[in-house]
């Protein structure tokens, strides 16, 4: 049945095209992203659930303000 829908619908040819090239356009850029990530500030940010809010460095503290 919905193949046959499917089959008799005009003009959806191009949305399973466009949604590949959404989908990886997304990857890469997250991916992308991830990879310009500083080991420094990576290191930071995994070491805040484990510091008391005393011990938050002051450069984290101007940017929770905002």
Known sequence: MIQNVLRHMGGIEGY???????????FFGVLIWALRLRKPHLEEMAAL??????????????????
């Open 16 to 26: 399973g095209i466009v949604s590949i090239c959404l989908f990886f356009a997304c």
């Open 49 to 66: 659930p484990l510091i008391s809010d005393t011990d938050i460095p002051q450069t984290l503290k101007e940017h929770s303000d905002e």
